[in-house]
């Protein structure tokens, strides 16, 4: 993918996701009487800066670094020595404040990033978005095949929990596999006959998430269409497949003497036979054909290819597999709060399995794996990128609220300390805290680093 499309995707969410938290911290502080000095969007060497008119005179900061930001306010315990703040100035000085004010402006800025994770996802409802229905089919030898899921299987529900389509079953399935006793997951289906039936998933042994690999391929379920003709419509320029003599317009009939039913098919078989030759047999208008192809792992689109693109299902097949999933105002908020609490709540689940091993430390991400998930999502249109928005929103407030000292939720700790034991917390102990919330935060930087540059390597 482009650096043109995945640097500004990447600046702009880190700017509104910034900015947002910020604000919330900026906003209550002000609305609580508090005196803020700087609001500042980045870190080192300001690029833009410009101070309020009013007697305030906040100064607002455009910073070169974008990773973070923060909001300066008035406080006797930053005050450089040789300081002295006015003495009308010191009742709207931070440290000065009872603790419910102090908590409620720490907690404003996670708070603003569930906010805004609640009004991306209604925006998503309101817009409309194509999604498909949850039709599957099982890979041979994985979990949904061992549960009896038949090609063509409609998922109603997980757990008991409904089902509209294909997108919410990864969350659901994560859910379920967390919250069944022994990992026993109920999938209610329809089948192709119209029939109502159960499928059983047991996966008390499938180590489900101790691995950075996506659910549904691990589980062995893929997207069901239903036969129709892989028909190429172009053939990418300089591609293993134009090498190989391939042509827009060719009929894909076999692959290694499998017969094709679907495109998708065809791409699943190529994605498994990376660096390995494939004979595609072709119907063209002088008879029928074979063809060598050897699929390739592109770095760029990070998945194995051979340069083809097909042509699109027919109108009346795309109607049977896709519907556009819109709400009313009333149901697009509703739905957007019940998205970001369930987002909530997954996140923290999983990171309370990586603390006993159950998830692996693979599936921390960086800045890396953002850009490039930010860049991606742009790629695939505007509903897509909001919710790659509301996600990370919903990531960074859970984040902001864990104790963890420098952050916002260790903040929120000791202001819980300081209400039992009836004083603030000693200097000592926080700038031991402080110190402690350093590494910690450093460590968990040089992981996902890590992560995302082995996800580079590989």
Not at 24 to 43: E, N, P, Q, T
Not at 185 to 213: F, H, I, P, W
Request: with cysteine; hydrophobic share 50%; glycine share 8%.
């Amino acid at each position: 993918m482009s650096l043109l499309i995945i640097i500004p995707a990447f600046l702009v969410t880190i700017g509104v996701l910034v900015t947002v938290h910020e604000f919330g911290h900026f906003w209550v502080a002000r609305k609580l009487g508090v005196k803020v000095l700087r609001f500042s969007v980045g870190f080192g060497k300001p690029l833009w800066r410009r101070v309020s008119r009013d007697a305030d005179q906040v100064e607002y900061v455009l910073a070169a670094l974008p990773f973070g930001g923060y909001v300066k306010m008035l406080d006797e315990r930053e005050c450089e020595e040789g300081c002295a703040i006015p003495a009308q100035e010191l009742p709207r000085a931070f440290n000065r404040q009872p603790v419910w004010k102090r908590a409620a402006i720490v907690i404003a800025g996670p708070l603003a990033n569930f906010l805004l994770a609640i009004a991306v996802y209604a925006a998503i409802g309101l817009l409309g978005q194509d999604v498909r229905y949850p039709y599957v089919e099982a890979e041979a030898g994985k979990p949904a095949e061992k549960a009896g899921f038949q090609a063509g299987d409609l998922v109603l529900s997980i757990n008991g929990k409904s089902i509209a389509s294909m997108n919410e079953m990864p969350m659901r399935l994560i859910d379920g596999y967390f919250a069944a006793p022994e990992h026993r997951v109920v999938v209610g289906v329809k089948t192709q006959d119209g029939v109502n039936a159960e499928r059983v998933l047991e996966l008390k042994d499938a180590a489900l998430l101790e691995e950075d690999s996506d659910v549904m391929d691990k589980l062995g379920f893929n997207a069901w269409a239903p036969p129709f003709d892989a028909v190429l419509e172009k053939v990418l320029p300089d591609s293993v497949a134009e090498k190989a003599g391939l042509l827009a317009g060719d009929k894909i009939l076999q692959a290694d003497g499998l017969v094709i039913r679907n495109p998708g098919q065809l791409s699943q078989y190529i994605a498994g036979q990376v660096d390995k030759t494939i004979t595609l047999r072709v119907r063209r208008a002088d008879g029928e054909h074979d063809f060598q192809v050897v699929p390739k792992m592109d770095a760029e689109h990070k998945r194995v290819m051979v340069g083809i693109a097909f042509q699109p299902p027919p109108d009346s097949l795309r109607e049977k597999l896709f519907f556009e999933q819109s709400f009313g105002l009333v149901d697009a908020l509703l739905s957007g709060f019940e998205r970001t609490a369930d987002t909530s709540i997954m996140t923290l689940k999983l990171m309370g399995r990586m603390l006993t091993g159950e998830v692996a430390l693979k599936n921390i991400s960086g800045p890396v794996t953002i850009a490039q998930f930010a860049g991606v999502s742009a790629s695939y249109g505007l509903t897509y990128y909001l919710g790659f928005l509301a996600v990370v929103s919903v990531s960074l407030g859970v984040l902001n609220l864990l104790p963890i000292p420098m952050l916002d939720g260790g903040h929120l700790m000791y202001y819980l300390i300081e209400l039992v034991k009836g004083s603030p917390v000693s200097e000592d102990v926080e700038a031991a805290g402080f110190r402690l919330g350093m590494a910690i935060i450093a460590c968990l930087m040089m992981l996902a680093l890590y992560n995302d540059f082995m996800r580079l390597m590989n």
